[in-house]
């Protein structure tokens, strides 16, 4: 449910941690087999749709009715969570995450393994980069709600302005037509790249395509390794070649005024971004209605296409959860049965499900805005691209904080990206370690 909307585009923030407080899986609550699923159950959460999706479960479920908490954002519910975690007690029975929270969660055993549930026989029904994020040890820990496979907006007036006829299908061609734009003269640009904390998003992403694996987590043993990751570091040179010729803006962060401007206006051409982006455009950016459009990611290897999420969200079931059977049912029937999934891809929510990503109904639509493309057909076929699994740091809330202090620097030109990716690596050794990780 990540950024529906630009009243909602913060929501996605990373949440709140505390130290580290045990390892292992341990599934806690009651078990599967002998869990009666009836009674009520508590949800916390955020974001539109829940109203409607708990209103159909309760029909369906006569015998559980729902206590709903809207906690208010992703960093909220995870504050609160952290709080009961500590606590030993008052967590609820469902909880939605980040996706880039699963792995904490997971480690620490304060989420259950869904496994008893049925969940690991469900991976062939998601697209592969939505349902690895809900995977921590190869086992499922977390359902996705939705996410945000990689996807390629561009200006289709201001690319044909610069003689660009076709988008770019790799990034050798996404360069060459950056320089293109950038030779419009004033303040064209391909994109905006400030390094801030709102692009540490696309950052992981953007690694996640290469196939990068520079995290892993096992029991409390952690791996840090930007530095010496291939290709993380083919991904630094492709950049620094990018700053180094002043062919991405610097001076626009994600998310502002200025930025949604500059969409708007076409000054920021393009944004590879998340599947979650047209409505942002439209809402925010209405100047640019019938010039914008939306095509595949650009390749680093075209005969081996891979693509990568930029966000998401799950719903997961505390170990603390004494309804967990209950739990299940509701988490089965807003992630996995198309009754429920449909309520939230009807109020925006960019489906996981492949059953309703092949759908007509989601595929045959135009969108004025995009020129009456069929942009969610695009969509459709960025998320069901093959996606290697990719593993997040357990504190994606600390790492995103400090995220923009190291590489905005390089953005401006002050340090090299390699040197700003070392000092962040150090910063994330030295607070792993004060976390109790044992680092590589």
Known sequence: MKRMMKATAMVATAAMLIPLAACG???????????????????????????????GFEKKYPNITVKYTPIGTGNEVAKALNNAIEAGKGAPDVTMLLSTDVSKYAQEGSIADLSSFGAADLGNDFAPGIWNQSQFGGKPYAMPIGGGPMAFFYNKEVFDE???????????????????????????????AAGDRDSYAEFNAMIWQMAAHPFTLKDDHLTIDLTGDKQVQKYIEFQQKLIDEDLVNPNIRNWTDDWFRSLGDGSTASLAVGAWMPGNLEYSAAEGKGKWRVAPIPQWDPDHPLNAEDGGSVFAIPTQSKKQAAAWKFIEYSTHDPEGTQ???????????????????????????????????????????????????????????????HLSKAYQGEVSLEDAVSSYQDALIKYAKEQGYQVN
């Open 162 to 192: 610069a003689g660009i006829s076709e988008p770019p299908t790799t990034w050798d061609e996404y360069y060459e037509d950056a320089k293109k734009i950038r030779a419009l003269g004033g303040d064209h640009y391909i994109t905006n």
């Open 343 to 405: 309520i939230l891809v009807d109020i925006g929510n960019f489906p996981a499900l492949k059953s309703i990503l092949n759908s007509s109904k989601f595929t045959d639509q135009t969108n004025e805005y995009f020129g009456g493309q069929n942009v969610n057909k695009v969509l459709s076929e960025a998320a069901q691209t093959d996606s290697k699994s990719y593993q997040f740091l357990p504190f994606s809330a600390y790492a995103q904080s400090i995220f923009g202090d």
């Open 25 to 55: 899986s341990s599934s806690g609550g009651t078990s599967a087999a002998d869990e009666d699923a009836s009674g009520e159950i508590t949800i916390w959460g955020w974001g539109n749709g829940m109203k409607e999706v708990i209103a």
